[in-house]
């Protein structure tokens, strides 16, 4: 079975060591557009090909990139990075917004819109012929607003006509991950092909249990965000849904933006997060687990193996 690639078609028999979710970069659309003199393309290519040039020396053979629109997705400048590192990068299609859609969304209907997911991943992206090689849709504090529903009914018909995977940005501490499962379900969507995102924002076994119940894969993927959760924590609710017997429904990664404009220029991202970076999850948090009861098959399993069931169970 094959998966796109922004370098073209992947077996994921060879997806190998895996991060399945960092970007690349994230920044306003809006404000790109508008007033460009903000950005630097040199530097913020410099940025991400030396976060993924880390990873890749110690074994990272593949990235999910989920930046959509809403975080300015620039699939030429993400296929820029996996050609300077030779890191596979597979990008997503969908939309990123917590609350309202731009017009020519709200005045079409969800098909309008599954049609434009359908063809960044048959077509390409960005009139490029680079393909998309998964579905991201977002559910945050707001809740399901009528716009946020459309785009994963959206996202799931999308899912339906094409069999790539789904991921997807949730809030824990407000149930959200909860509210995207029941849209999926109603919309038939196996539930083993989606993955809801940031689940290790919370250490509640019981909520996150809930969300596996319904056969979904979670993602304790912020990793170095300590504001949200303390590491400390993060592990603890690995360690403790692992012995339960989880580890081949669970995704480990980071959530890390290489460049973002919510922490420009690069200090104030450090200052904010000092753990947080693309290495982090390599370099202290596998080996903590380790320590700590963790084993390598369990760890395996959800760097390298849990992918591919993710990308098959269509």
């Not at 030779?86 to 599954?114: C, K, Q, W």
């Not at 109603?186 to 019981?206: A, K, Q, S, Y």
């Not at 303390?230 to 849904?241: A, D, H, Q, S």
Request: negative net charge.
């Amino acid at each position: 079975m094959i998966i796109n690639s922004v370098r073209g078609e992947r077996d994921i028999e060879n997806l190998g060591l895996t991060l399945v979710h960092e970007h690349m970069r994230t920044r306003a659309e809006s404000v790109a557009v508008q007033f460009p003199h903000l950005y630097d393309l040199e530097e913020e290519v410099e940025l991400a090909v030396k976060q993924v040039k880390a990873v890749k020396e110690q074994g990272v053979q593949t990235i999910f990139d989920p930046t959509v629109m809403g975080l300015d997705r620039d699939v030429r400048f993400i296929k820029r990075v996996a050609e300077e590192t030779d890191v596979d990068i597979i990008s997503a299609t969908g939309i990123f917004s917590f609350h309202y859609l731009p017009t020519r969304f709200l005045s079409n209907d969800i098909e309008f819109m599954a049609e434009q997911f359908v063809r960044d991943i048959e077509v390409g992206v960005q009139n490029t012929s680079i393909k998309a090689g998964f579905l991201k849709c977002a559910t945050d504090l707001p809740g399901m607003t009528e716009d946020v529903e459309k785009i994963i009914r959206a996202v799931a018909r999308a899912h339906h006509k094409t069999g790539v995977p789904i991921m997807t940005h949730s809030h824990p501490a407000s149930g959200t991950g909860l509210q995207q499962v029941a849209i999926f379900q109603e919309e038939g969507v196996n539930m083993e092909n989606v993955l809801i995102g940031h689940c290790g924002d919370t250490d509640n076994i019981d909520y996150i249990e809930r969300v596996l119940d319904s056969g979904a894969f979670v993602g304790m993927d912020r990793y170095g965000l300590s504001t949200a959760l303390p590491t400390e924590k993060r592990n603890e609710t690995v360690l403790e849904l692992a012995k339960k017997g989880y580890a081949n429904r669970m995704f480990l990664s980071q959530d890390y933006c290489c460049t973002t404009d919510r922490y420009k220029p690069e200090a104030l991202k450090k200052a904010a997060h000092p753990d947080w970076s693309m290495t982090f999850l390599l370099d202290e948090v596998i080996p903590t687990l380790k320590e700590n009861g963790i084993t390598e098959k369990q760890i395996n399993q959800m760097m390298r193996l849990n992918v591919k069931e993710w990308v098959r169970n269509n």
